[in-house]
């Protein structure tokens, strides 16, 4: 009733003329001014679609059930298996690499490299020239990681004998498949293929993933998600950062490392080999996101991102409730510092599958947590509030698991919702490592990046469509 | 001349801010031409029509800014834009010192516990319609401010509001006062048994600010919108406010004030005013009803409808003094008048006080001409040009298209002002002052501008200024420094609008000297 209003106190929101604002502030009546921009950045088309959508009470259950589908998640690192065996979809004449899919005319130069590299790897070429040949030949097959339930860190590239980590989300019973991190410097992810890159993958693959394999075979399997929880109250975001988690990995595998029947050279070798690379963990924390993500596709009327993707030239996105479609959209340019000696033009656009980190909220979603990344993707640690709230404002909720000290242990954003993102023109924050744009040469530097915009308009009018 | 534009993408600010930048970097030197705005399809087009579009504002979306400077030479066009990088600049240093709750959508301040329960929603037109719809979802009551919004939008609004027990003010609602609390352009009035309806921003005002100085006061005063009473609107806010008037314990005395309705509509209005089941005060602005007004009082102005609400509310008539007019202008005037100054010019702000004027000429005869005219033989060839008497509502939409409102930024009538004083068939300028929240900080320092450069350039050519003031003692420019500065400057300063348009009347040509 109207007539309720009467004798109530006005308290007032305002939106537009800020003016009414403080002349409601100067008569002492409880005002906030809205920071008021037009919604899905004024495009009629959008908004129409956006209003669909919210009026969906289908639209909000299915969400619901996404977030309650990525909380539940579980997930164990339980073995260690050649690609071939492992990934549904794989053959011997299969490629996967980093993003949507892509033609090897279109690919950049570190995706290229890599290709190579993994061509000369299985014994299919001996130089980048016949690996090239190779491939114009039409006898290789290029399909992108996400669609094999699998991620890679870079140019994401997998071919057949490579050994893979395999988690395992015992809440639905889904695995996923991610490369075992080779390093920093001249590595595959970043197109290198060299032979000492070439000799590193022979023995990660006859000499690593056999010890580990048989580690892992003497435990239950290893609670990746806990050791992500517990690293983001030590300083990791689990993207960019990876130390704390790292090591606490290291101190789940040294019993199990010591229980295995591994001879000793190789068991110290492994040993050094892991505590040498703070980046250990990073393809263990895209598998196990992965493996939470995959659990809430294809959820009719779904608007929650279940992959968020980069090949070095498209940016992809993928939708719950539009399984298996891409948007994509012209990879971005990642602000941020350089490496000493490198330059703006040697940067390779974004590239990789890791940003699944950011998909699941972690990554640059949970950059306050990791206020020690801040410098090194070129920012203050006031940014990194800013970034991790901002966030909250495009997610349907937040974890239950991971949760940001500084934000007074509020669980990280969670579950990135396409008209979230449409309504307010935040685009997800991002947090990356920068590849050079020539194959072999490495990192240049680390920084932020956000999707195009489009990948998002268009999934938003898909599933529009889809609902109407 | 120099053009250039400059596009700066994801960078919105609300329209009346950019304005008064744009005003404010244009005052400087060599500086011919400024726009600030964001990129709506409207602010493309002006600056196309500077010639100084790109490919880049083409492809410019409404979240983005764009600045173009036309100006004479380089050096200051540069100025020009480091003055508008300046000027944005400092509300960011400002707004980032103060570490403050920082909410961007309805939905969000919807979940505080604080139980926010009126939006005031001044977005530009074609966004308005979605927030109040969510504002209304969340129970909480509207007022629109902006135009814009289309009758199919108002209408489905308006049924969610009624749906929802809520209230919902526009779209075009200038003005309320609710629970003594001023929204958007209002004056600080005494509280009071007098509850006030009205499809009519400045009409609200002018009433509002009578009946206080008349020593009674308001319980509600709620704008329906400009659009309620139109047949396809049908008074839906009207009908329902009426209905939660009449239970309002406060309210003894009902005025509802509007420009001419639908009939129909009319029709509705006055048999839901008769049920009410207290006193009613009608202001249609002279259109005579043929119906039985039983227990409604019928009146042509707004002073009239004051003074009739008052008497019902205390039992006793009030006067109401002129208490600032003088007679020394109007003899000095009449002593100086040539023989070709036979026309009246009203150049206003609000457009209830405008009708009000040309209401009150015609009732005495005498020909008029508007921007918004009565009827249809009263319009202009060119509105820019005035013809016999004029009365201009500088506040309609031709005029405002990508500006703000001539009461925030009353300079849009300086031109205008200047230039019809200096026609040689002019007599009278018949100007409107309104005072009062959402208005300019001084809008007769404004006026004096336009005032004292038509002065200089007339030498020894006198016309009469006329000022009618909607305002009261306690409205924050300051009511009596505001009518002493007219009066300083040879004003006469009328009490309330129609007895300023009757002394114009009279000093017209054919009006009763």
């Known amino acids: 009733m109207i007539a309720e209003l009467w004798g109530q106190p006005i308290k007032a929101v305002n939106l ?4 009414f604002y403080e002349d409601l502030v100067s008569q002492g009546v409880e005002a906030i001014h809205l920071d008021w921009k037009p919604v899905a950045n004024g495009e009629h088309a959008l908004i129409a679609a956006l209003d669909l959508l919210d009026s969906d009470p289908k639209v909000a259950r299915a969400n619901q059930t996404a977030l309650e589908r990525i909380n539940a998640a579980q997930t164990f690192l339980i073995d260690i298996q050649p690609a071939l065996e492992a990934i549904p979809g794989m053959t011997a004449d299969t490629i996967l690499h980093a993003g949507p899919p892509i033609t090897w005319e279109r690919m950049s130069g570190p995706v290229r490299g890599a290709v190579c590299g993994g061509l000369i790897f299985e014994g299919r070429a001996t130089t980048y020239e016949e690996a090239e040949a190779l491939v114009l030949s039409g006898k290789v097959h290029f399909s992108p990681c996400n669609e094999h339930s699998a991620v890679g860190p870079m140019a994401g590239v997998i071919t057949p004998s490579m050994p893979v980590f395999v988690v395992e989300n015992r809440s639905q019973g889904n695995r996923s498949f991610s490369t075992l991190n080779e390093g920093l410097g001249k590595v595959l992810r970043f197109g290198a293929y060299g032979d000492e890159v ?10 690593l993933a056999p010890a580990l394999k048989k580690a892992l075979a003497q435990s239950e399997g290893i609670d990746i998600k806990s050791i992500a929880a517990q690293a983001l109250h030590m300083g990791d975001e689990v993207h960019n950062r990876n130390k704390a988690a790292t090591s606490l990995l290291i101190r789940e595998l040294i019993p199990l490392l010591l229980e295995a029947d591994i001879p000793t050279q190789e068991r110290i070798e492994v040993v050094r080999f892991i505590n040498s690379n703070d980046h250990f963990f990073l393809n263990l924390s895209m598998a196990s996101a992965k493996a939470t993500l995959a659990a809430a596709e294809g959820i009719e009327g779904c608007s929650i991102v279940t992959v968020l993707c980069r090949n070095g030239t498209d940016f992809g996105i993928q939708v719950s409730g539009l399984p298996g479609r891409w948007f994509t959209g012209p990879a971005g340019d990642v602000k941020g510092l350089l490496f000493p000696g490198f330059t703006e033009a040697d940067k390779n656009p974004d590239l990789g599958d890791s940003a699944i980190t950011e998909t699941l909220g972690l990554g640059g979603f949970s950059m306050a947590a990791s ?7 070129g920012g203050e640690p006031k940014d990194a509030l800013v970034y991790s709230r901002k966030m909250y404002r495009i997610t349907e909720g937040s974890s239950s698991t991971y949760s940001i000290p500084m934000l007074d242990f509020r669980g990280s954003p969670t579950g990135i919702d396409i008209r979230k993102v449409i309504e307010t023109g935040i685009l997800p924050q991002i947090n990356t490592g920068i590849a050079h744009r020539e194959a072999g040469i490495g990192q240049v530097g680390a920084g932020l990046v956000t999707p195009p915009w489009e990948c998002f308009s268009e999934a938003l009018l898909a599933l529009a469509q889809a609902q109407s | 001349m120099i053009k250039r534009t400059l596009v700066r993408e994801n960078f919105y600010s609300d329209s009346v801010a950019l304005m008064r930048i744009s005003n404010k970097v244009s005052t400087l030197p060599d500086v011919e031409d400024v726009l600030v705005g964001m990129a709506t399809e409207l602010n493309r087009e002006l600056v196309e029509s500077l010639g100084a579009t790109t490919d880049e504002v083409r492809a410019a979306s409404p979240n983005d800014l764009i600045v173009t400077v036309v100006a004479q030479n380089q050096e200051a066009l540069e100025r020009a834009f480091e003055e508008v990088e300046a000027q944005l600049t400092r509300k960011h240093v400002e707004s980032s010192d103060v570490e403050e709750a920082h909410y961007d959508s309805i939905r969000e301040v919807a979940g505080l516990e604080a139980g926010y329960n009126m939006a005031v929603v001044s977005v530009p037109g074609a966004y308005a319609a979605r927030e109040c719809r969510i504002a209304l979802e969340n129970d909480i009551n509207v007022f629109l401010f902006s ?19 809520l209230l919902m003010m526009g779209p075009d609602c200038g003005t309320a006062l609710i629970n003594g609390v001023p929204l958007g352009f209002a004056n600080v009035v005494r509280k009071g048994p007098i509850g006030i309806v009205a499809a009519s921003g400045t009409g609200l005002q002018h009433v509002t600010c009578l009946i206080d100085a008349l020593g009674s006061g308001i319980s509600q005063g709620v704008g329906v919108g400009g659009r309620d009473l139109s047949s396809a609107v049908g008074g839906r806010t009207m009908l329902a406010t009426l209905d939660a008037i009449g239970a309002d314990p406060e309210t003894e005395v009902v005025i509802i004030l509007s420009k001419p309705p639908a009939p129909e509509v009319a029709e509705k209005v006055l048999e839901k005013a008769k049920g009410l089941g207290k006193p009613v005060v009608l202001c249609l602005f002279g259109r005579e009803i043929q119906a039985d007004l039983s227990g409604v009082t019928l009146c042509s102005d707004m002073e009239a409808t004051a003074l009739a609400a008052v008497t019902l509310a205390t039992g006793t008539e009030p006067t109401l003094k002129d208490r600032w007019y003088s007679e020394e202008p109007v003899e000095a005037f009449q002593a100086a008048r040539g023989a070709e100054q036979q026309f009246v010019r009203g150049i206003f702000c609000g457009g209830t006080v ?21 009827s249809p033989g009263e319009g202009l060839a060119d509105v ?9 509502d500088m506040g309609d939409d031709f005029f405002t298209r990508g500006k703000p409102h001539p009461m925030i930024e009353p300079s849009l009538r300086n031109q205008r002002i200047i230039s019809d004083a200096l026609l040689p068939d002019t007599a009278v300028m018949l100007l409107d002052v309104e005072l009062g929240y959402g208005s300019h900080p001084d809008p007769v320092g404004v006026l004096l501008e336009a005032v004292a450069e038509a002065k200089q350039r007339l030498g020894e050519r006198q016309v009469l200024w006329i000022a009618s003031i909607v305002g009261t003692e306690g409205d924050p420019q300051g009511l009596e420094n505001q009518i002493g500065r007219l009066r300083e400057n040879g004003f006469v300063v009328s009490v309330s609008n129609v007895r300023a348009a009757r002394l114009a009347a009279k000093l017209a040509k054919g009006g009763a000297q």
């Open chain 1, 16 to 19: 537009g003329n800020k003016d």
């Open chain 1, 198 to 207: 070439l000799t590193r993958l022979a023995w990660m693959r006859d000499v």
């Open chain 2, 147 to 165: 135009d814009n919004v289309t009758v199919d939008e108002e209408i489905a609004l308006k049924d969610l509001a009624r749906e929802r027990g």
């Open chain 1, 371 to 377: 206020i020690a990344i801040v410098q090194f993707v």
């Open chain 2, 354 to 374: 405008c009708d009000e004027a040309m209401v009150t000429f015609r009732s005495q005869g005498l020909s008029i001409h508007s921007n918004i005219p009565l």
């Open chain 2, 384 to 392: 820019h040009v005035s013809e016999g008497n004029t009365f201009i």
